[in-house]
């Protein structure tokens, strides 16, 4: 018969097994708020817990995807453009380089302005007269068998391919006198006689203006 001693040595690791161990884990706290005693087995389960919990992903702050946006991409968001580039616009178009074309010229500048910049010189009739008198002169009776367009090309061409200018341009031949903004404007073919031109011209205003200019 076994003794105490040995029935307890026996039974205690018996005992011993089915024994859960409470270790007191500082800190813990309920959900009211008292403090308590987690087992390790419970601790251990908590571990475990979060352990399967995924690490959240790197976060991106607000500030730094507002600031990837340039200041333009904003203000078109937004429907309204910004002072600046309303006043950088307005100083593109209303420049004094922009008014007055490529050139920046004052010749282009008047060229851009007047919608009569190719027609706006003229020849007065006296003038007109005077120019009839130097191609006779020049070709004498071969004159009244040219076209409009014979003349431009042995004559007109000639004497302004250094100067690169209009016939009425050269003071030699127009005087400045006899340049003036055109009253009348004559529609006529090249291919008719240059000749037939000038009379029809000086026929149609012989009651007009020496100072009457044509073009």
Same mark, same amino acid.
């Given at each position: 018969?076994?003794?105490?001693?040995?029935?307890?040595?026996?039974?205690?690791?018996?005992?011993?097994s089915? %024994?859960?161990?409470?270790?007191?884990?500082? $800190? @813990?706290?309920?959900?009211?708020g008292?403090?308590h005693?987690?087992?390790?087995?419970?601790?251990?389960?908590?571990?475990?817990d979060?352990?399967?919990?995924?690490?959240?992903?790197?976060?991106?702050?607000?500030?730094?995807?507002?600031?990837?946006?340039?200041s333009?991409?904003?203000?078109?968001? $937004?429907g309204?453009?910004?002072?600046?580039?309303?006043?950088?616009a307005?100083?593109?178009?209303?420049?004094p380089?922009?008014?007055?074309?490529?050139?920046?010229?004052?010749?282009?500048?008047?060229?851009?302005?007047?919608?009569?910049?190719?027609? @706006?010189? $003229?020849?007065?009739?006296?003038?007109?007269?005077?120019?009839?008198?130097?191609?006779?002169?020049?070709? $004498?009776?071969?004159?009244?068998?040219?076209?409009?367009?014979?003349?431009?090309?042995?004559?007109?061409?000639?004497?302004?391919?250094? @100067?690169?200018?209009? %016939?009425?341009?050269?003071?030699?031949?127009?005087?400045?006198?006899?340049?003036?903004?055109?009253?009348?404007?004559?529609?006529?073919?090249?291919?008719?006689?240059?000749?037939?031109?000038?009379?029809?011209?000086?026929?149609?205003?012989?009651?007009?203006?020496?100072e009457?200019?044509?073009?």
């Amino acid at each position: 018969m076994l003794n105490a001693t040995e029935h307890a040595g026996t039974r205690l690791p018996a005992l011993g097994s089915r %024994l859960k161990k409470q270790t007191a884990v500082p $800190g @813990r706290k309920k959900p009211g708020g008292l403090l308590h005693h987690t087992s390790k087995d419970e601790d251990s389960s908590d571990d475990e817990d979060e352990e399967q919990v995924p690490a959240p992903k790197a976060s991106i702050s607000l500030p730094s995807i507002a600031t990837t946006r340039s200041s333009a991409s904003l203000s078109a968001v $937004g429907g309204a453009a910004s002072p600046t580039a309303a006043q950088s616009a307005k100083s593109r178009t209303g420049s004094p380089a922009h008014a007055r074309g490529s050139s920046g010229s004052p010749l282009a500048a008047a060229a851009a302005d007047d919608v009569l910049a190719t027609t @706006r010189l $003229g020849i007065t009739l006296r003038g007109l007269r005077k120019i009839a008198a130097l191609l006779r002169a020049q070709f $004498g009776e071969a004159f009244e068998d040219m076209s409009t367009a014979d003349v431009n090309m042995r004559y007109v061409e000639l004497v302004t391919e250094r @100067r690169r200018c209009r %016939l009425v341009e050269l003071a030699e031949v127009v005087a400045p006198a006899d340049v003036s903004p055109p009253l009348y404007f004559i529609s006529h073919c090249w291919k008719n006689r240059a000749a037939r031109l000038f009379g029809h011209v000086l026929d149609y205003l012989q009651s007009a203006s020496e100072e009457v200019a044509v073009w």
